[in-house]
């Protein structure tokens, strides 16, 4: 691909069902559409919904690739969900998961994609977000509150309330 943009694409990790193999998986996957640049340490957090299910394993990776978000979204994060074995309840949309990947950032743009919004809004109310997205690119800008990813991870508690996972390799 002579020539192609390449886009930084600040994808999200998360998973409940055997997520210590899942979560490489994924990574390995995600490789095959770009260069993953960097990716963060693995933090456990109980599910967001409170329930009763397995806490989460949850990482962010920045990947370079020449992908658009649009072709992200729409198709290869679905279809490496799918190969992992995601199977998604549209009765509960917090139900445990093999693999979750969401774009959470692209460049530095603000839009709409397959109806969601990018930078994606959990960034500024959930430290498992947070955290790691601050962990792979501190200094980063966020386009819509001037605040770095740093800022907000430590307006969050900096990782209160989660737990270091050193056990678990993305890479």
Same mark, same amino acid.
């Given at each position: 691909m002579a020539g192609a943009t390449l886009? !930084?694409?600040?994808l999200l990790l998360g998973s409940n069902i055997d997520p210590e %193999?899942?979560?490489? &998986? *994924?990574?390995?996957?995600?490789a095959r559409h770009g260069t993953i640049v960097c990716a963060s340490r693995v933090w456990e957090s109980p599910p967001a919904?409170?329930?009763?299910? +397995?806490?989460?394993?949850? *990482?962010?990776? #920045? #990947? /370079?690739?020449?992908?658009? +978000? /649009?072709?992200? !979204? +729409?198709?290869?994060?679905? =279809?490496? /969900?799918? &190969?992992?074995?995601?199977? =998604?309840?549209? %009765?509960? =949309?917090?139900?445990?998961?093999t693999i979750d990947i969401d774009l959470a950032l692209f460049n530095e743009a603000v839009h709409e994609v397959g109806g969601a919004r990018i930078p994606d809004p959990d960034i500024l109310t959930r430290a498992f977000v947070a955290v790691p997205l601050a962990e792979i690119d501190p200094g980063y800008v966020h386009p819509q509150t001037g605040q770095t990813l740093a800022e907000i991870a430590a307006a969050l508690g900096g990782g209160a309330g989660l737990a270091l996972r050193r056990d678990v390799e993305l890479l």
């Open positions: 886009h !930084r694409a600040y %193999q899942h979560l490489p &998986a *994924a990574c390995r996957e995600l919904d409170g329930s009763a299910q +397995a806490n989460y394993l949850n *990482a962010a990776v #920045l #990947l /370079e690739t020449a992908c658009s +978000a /649009e072709e992200l !979204r +729409a198709t290869i994060l679905p =279809r490496i /969900e799918t &190969a992992l074995g995601r199977v =998604r309840d549209p %009765q509960d =949309r917090y139900a445990a998961r």
